[in-house]
């Protein structure tokens, strides 16, 4: 077995669990999700122990819940949605608390799932193989909603975890991208992801993007179809990040260094393959995400089953908790997030707007705990190489916002209207 080792020569390869007896606990809220592995590896493997802290995991059931109990001080930190520090800077929600994000827990995990009812008419509507591509199947999809206007059907209803949430803005992004509006031709709702695969399955809802393992329960019950992955839309796409109270960091600066040191190892540890068996054990546990270990291994490979007839797609770095600087809260990346509020109708934009989106993300905080990060700029130019790119080829400038959403052929307009199906 390769041997990963930390700075300071500790063997991260085959940690072992550890009680916190004795050590600074931090209450820490989470949902069950595989993007929560970098948070649970800490508390599980030693990681934080060895850095004299204890995880006391709580799981939770919403992202509101894990918001409103991070506002009033029932968690010291909380596994977060990305774009929920940035609307709570923005004053945006029903308590909207300052909150930042000095760690980011990776990149990757979501993906967009159909109803098999619905893919096998946009098979029909768009003569789809079954290599289809992410943006062939917005396009199919595009041609039966156009149908369902004509005939004055019932719009399709799609789930999203939460209205500021990386789900709703990387769904509204392959809609639109395939010529949909989402605000007009589909009507969003919102459902927790471990309830997404029973609600496709009732007939409740149509489709939905969430993060693993919920897309491929869905699809190994029979119930639905992945048409399109985060790594299909964005793949620099911040998904989860680690999110703690301003004053908080500010008045425990010792312990937030610690906590960031702890969740680097774990996360190093995280992205070595030889290690995802015992992660996925560990993952499959009641206490966190409660899903057979089998599809979690599979997921943390990448191997996905798009449906139940057997139909495959090996998708590399699905999900990439350390390499890149993936933990790393880019300031480029909150203001891409904002211009997607901006986009869809959430808050007009703003210099002091602007300003209070990207101090959402502290890359201050990282590089006082673990060096420096990445070479390029904090600011730099978004979706300009072949790893990164935008599905649609759009460039993002985050120091040209406005500009950038003009050039949107779909968009909504601030503030929003009546007729809008809001979520």
């Known amino acids: 077995m390769m041997s990963l080792m930390d700075q300071s020569g500790t063997d ?5 669990r550890i009680s916190g007896e004795g050590q600074k606990v931090l209450r820490a809220g989470f949902i069950p ?90 098979r029909e509507a768009g003569a789809l193989t079954e290599n289809a591509g992410a943006m062939e199947n917005a396009e199919a999809l595009a041609r039966v909603l156009k149908g369902v206007k004509a005939r004055g059907e019932a719009l399709p209803v799609f789930g999203v975890t939460y209205p500021f949430s990386s789900h709703n803005y990387e769904f509204r992004y392959w809609l639109a991208a395939g010529g949909i509006d989402p605000d007009r031709d589909v009507k969003f709702v919102v459902v927790p992801p471990p309830m997404t695969s029973d609600a496709l399955a009732a007939g409740a809802i149509d489709g939905f993007c969430v993060g693993a393992p919920w897309n491929m329960v869905a699809s190994e019950r029979g119930v639905g179809r992945i048409v399109a992955v985060k790594q299909d839309i964005w793949p620099s796409a911040p998904e989860k990040v680690i999110a703690m109270r301003p004053e908080w960091a500010q008045s425990h600066p010792e312990t937030v260094s610690r906590l960031l040191v702890a969740l680097d190892a774990a996360a190093r540890w995280c992205d070595a393959a030889e290690n995802h068996d015992a992660l996925a054990e560990a993952l499959a546990d009641p206490r966190f995400i409660a899903a057979p270990v089998s599809i979690i291994r599979h997921v943390l490979a990448g191997e996905f089953s798009l449906d139940a007839k057997g139909h495959r797609r090996t998708i590399p770095d699905y999900f990439t908790f350390h390499r890149d600087f993936a933990n790393y809260p880019k300031p480029s990346h909150a203001l891409w997030i904002y211009s997607q509020m901006i986009r869809w109708g ?23 705990a673990l060096g420096a990060g990445p070479a390029e700029a904090d600011f730099a130019t978004e979706g300009g190489g072949d790893a990164d790119r935008f599905m649609d080829g759009h460039i993002f400038d985050p120091g040209a916002i406005p500009s950038y959403i003009e050039t949107f052929a779909v968009r909504s307009i601030f503030p929003s209207h009546s007729d809008r199906h809001e979520i």
């Open 33 to 122: 999700l595989v993007d929560a592995s970098v948070l649970i590896a800490a508390a599980e493997f030693g990681f934080a122990r060895r850095e004299g802290l204890t995880l006391d995991l709580v799981k939770d059931v919403s992202w509101a819940n894990v918001r409103d109990r991070l506002a009033f001080r029932q968690f010291d930190i909380a596994h977060m949605l990305s774009p929920m520090p940035v609307a709570s800077m923005l004053g945006l929600g029903s308590n909207p608390s300052p909150t930042i994000a000095p760690f980011s827990l990776g990149r990757g995990g979501n993906a967009i799932t159909v109803s098999t009812r619905l893919f096998e008419r946009m």
């Open 346 to 368: 959430q808050v007009e934009f703003s210099e002091a707007g602007m300003r209070s989106a990207a101090g959402a993300y502290r890359p201050d905080l990282y590089r006082a």
């Open 12 to 16: 991260l390869a085959a940690p072992t």
